[in-house]
């Protein structure tokens, strides 16, 4: 790598990740190590970037966040946006408060791509699929169009098909513009719509696409509410070795309390309960999720709504197998969802519904508005104009439309920067969140030449409790606060060698949100422990004092008695 800035507002293929990544490691030694939480199908390693200011300690005793991107292979901005949080904490640490005191108390564990085969068929072919390059069992027998670079401009785009029963035609305020046939239009030109690609294994009967490929969905690949009737979800939960490997990830580091997902596009912020309304969720949990989404709106621009609703108000979309709700349900986690890029806000059209249930109905005024800001912004770049072409199978035809990878799908990369930094600002904050144990107050009595009293007390500083949500409490994945004291010459008069203080409050929102500022609220932060201990002899005696929170992190301090 050379000595210039990193330039982030790219998307990167493996080796170039791979690169970069390395890049990190020999420039920021004491701050980030870079590690393989296991291989894909194809064997390539997932990565993941553990960050924080060693010399304060170590990783495994920091209260933890987890950000992941790029679980669809063809959501390369996740990764982008991943990349660049990493620069930026490590960029930052010892010249922004903020950071600093960030990496010197917490840890993140970042991984910029989970679909390490995907990612790479996306960013070097014309093609693109869901996730895995695992191909789906018999495709060889079955017919209809796959997907193809028929005419080799690099791009997989549409073909339209003249045909008196199609279902689009040409809009006429713009010829590019295909738009739905109404029950009135009776007389005219009318055609069929259809990916790019090459008719297999047709004997008779209408033209149609064929099933993907490549179905596999890492994102419907989790334990929590698995599908086994999905072709995406594999052949059972945790079937795929990049979904083993988060989940085993994630299983060794007790300390992460809240797990953030890096998709593309829509621009909303998906945050729990993913199976479910609201009404449904824990209230406690639920309050201090929308606090901390609302400080994501601030930050991005995204608005916040659960996954449930996330794509349509009238009709919800269980999460089958989703990690975020995989993470909450079985993990106790705080989860989100975050849809990176919305291209209707970036030609400024306002959407005033779920931003599904926009796109399944646009309209052509809105599209027209789309293919106007293409030409204004990207020079026309966006666009491939229809051309006639002579196709193997169906005859004469036209080639064009949008080149979705790039527009719909992941922004033009002008449009990267601010996506990458107010996204890492709210992953700061999110970091800020978590729980840290502090010993907040120590005193050391003398009751006598040889005996001791010992008095401790540990305080949640963070914004979360130590147990992070009522759920991970209730289903006991949580570990509880617990002070040990250690010494092998001292012996206990009074308070065993370890006490459990259970968990402590965060100071976000109470059990009631913020109603509790009407009514008083306990201050539950907090917790003590006690010994007294008799020494050896007089002289002066090292003990040592841990305390365990869990997902709050150790604190460790050396006594003398």
């Known amino acids: ?186 007389q005219g030109v009318y055609y069929h719509l259809f990916t790019e690609g090459r008719v297999v294994n047709h004997r008779s009967g209408p033209v149609n696409l064929a099933e993907s490929k490549w179905p596999l969905d890492f994102n419907r690949n989790f334990p929590g509410n698995w599908a086994g009737d999905q072709v995406n979800s594999g052949t059972s939960p945790l079937s795929e070795p990049e979904t083993q490997a988060m989940a085993r990830f994630l299983a060794e580091h007790r300390n992460i309390s809240t797990a953030v997902a890096y998709h593309t596009a829509a621009g909303i912020i998906m945050r729990s309960p ?126 064009g439309g949008w080149i979705t990878k790039w527009t719909r799908q992941n922004p033009p990369v002008k449009y990267l920067p601010e996506i990458m930094h107010d996204n890492a600002m709210f992953a700061l904050e999110l970091t800020a969140a978590t729980p840290r144990i502090v010993l907040s107050d120590l005193k050391i009595e003398e009751l006598g030449p040889r005996l001791r009293r010992i008095y401790v007390e540990v305080a949640n500083e963070g914004f979360l409790p130590t147990y992070a949500t009522e759920q991970a409490r209730s289903i006991k994945v949580a570990d509880e606060v617990d002070v040990r004291l250690t010494g092998s010459q001292i012996r206990f008069k009074a308070g065993d060698s370890r006490q459990v203080l259970g968990h402590l409050e965060g100071y976000g929102p109470g059990r009631q949100g913020w109603g509790y500022l009407f009514a008083g609220r306990a201050n539950e932060s907090r917790a003590a422990a006690e010994w007294v201990v008799a020494k050896p002899s007089e002289d002066q005696t090292v003990v040592q004092l841990t305390v365990r929170g869990g997902r709050a992190g150790v604190a460790r301090r050396e006594l003398v008695l």
């Open 274 to 399: 993913c199976m479910g309304y609201d009404r449904d969720m824990n209230p406690k949990d639920l309050a201090l999720i929308d606090e901390l989404t609302k400080r994501g709106t601030e930050l991005t621009g995204y608005p916040g709504i659960s996954a449930y609703l996330g794509w349509s108000a009238d009709f919800p979309m269980p999460a089958r197998g989703n990690f975020t709700h995989w993470t909450y349900a079985h993990k106790g986690m705080i989860g989100y969802t975050i849809e990176l890029w919305d291209m209707a806000s970036a030609v400024g059209i306002e959407i005033n519904k779920n931003y599904g249930s926009w796109w399944s109905d646009i309209s052509e005024e809105d599209m027209l508005k789309i293919l106007q800001w293409n030409d204004r912004e990207l020079d026309g770049e966006g666009f491939s104009d229809w051309q006639p072409f002579d196709h193997p199978e169906l005859g004469q035809i036209e080639i």
């Open 1 to 186: 790598m050379s000595e210039q800035p990193v330039d982030y507002a790219r998307y990167r293929n493996y080796d170039e990740l791979t690169e970069l990544l390395q890049h990190f490691t020999e420039t920021y030694p004491g701050l980030i190590s870079v590690s393989s939480i296991g291989t894909s199908y194809e064997g390539r390693d997932i990565w993941v970037a553990d960050v924080t200011n060693q010399e304060t300690g170590s990783s495994h005793d920091k209260p933890a966040a987890y950000f992941d991107a790029n679980i669809h292979a063809g959501e390369v901005t996740g990764s982008a946006v991943a990349l660049y949080l990493i620069g930026y904490l490590l960029e930052n640490h010892g010249s922004d408060d903020f950071v600093t005191h960030l990496l010197d108390t917490r840890a993140l564990y970042i991984v910029p791509r989970i679909s390490v085969d995907g990612a790479e068929v996306v960013l070097t072919s014309p093609q693109t699929l869901r996730s895995s390059t695992r191909l789906r069992p018999r495709i060889e027998e079955e017919s209809g169009i796959w997907p193809e670079d028929v005419d080799g401009n690099g791009h997989i785009l549409n073909m339209r098909v003249k045909s008196p029963s199609g279902e689009w035609k040409i809009s006429e305020h713009d010829e590019r513009l295909m738009i739905p046939r109404q029950p009135r239009d009776m």
